[in-house]
């Protein structure tokens, strides 16, 4: 688990179990599909329904669960869903409290959020494309690590994301 920013970790989900998951003071982006979204699964039938309303980001007090695969294709991704998780970050920051984002290994969901959040919401990345970005992100963060999805939403999506 590694601090990219004041108060805000990227980590895995032993990081999540081990460190965060009993303690006070934290919101968490659980930031992959299984299991922690699954989790929230009413239906019992091991999937999700589209048409529920929670199907693609839910929120449970201070922690966010996304329906987002690791190799998932970058048009499944709705902006909506990256909108409401890096409001909920900010959100959570200014209300004091430490945040991590987490996915199963720390290496693409996760780290890909926290470098949309940085981009977004702090002047670190302003006036820098992509690749400069992930140069700078990947000295704070050695483990990032996109996966091609991942990859390719960031190249779509980086002009929306960061400030010029």
Known sequence: MIEIFHHLFIGTDTDYETIVKHHNGWAV?????EPYHLELNEYGDGEFAKHYPDWKVARRDN?????????????DIPDDLLETTLEFIN???E?????LIHCTNGTSRGPAIGLLY???????FKDTNLGEAEYVFKKVYPGYKPSRG???FLRRSWHRYSKD
Not at 29 to 33: F, T
Not at 63 to 75: G, I, S, V
């Open 63 to 75: 922690r966010l669960f996304l329906n987002l695969a690791q190799d998932q294709d970058p048009d």
């Open 29 to 33: 982006v659980h930031a992959s599909r």
């Open 95 to 99: 209300s004091g409290l430490k945040v």
């Open 91 to 93: 959100e959570s920051l």
């Open 118 to 124: 940085l981009g977004s919401f702090t002047d670190k």
């Open 150 to 152: 991942i990859k390719r």
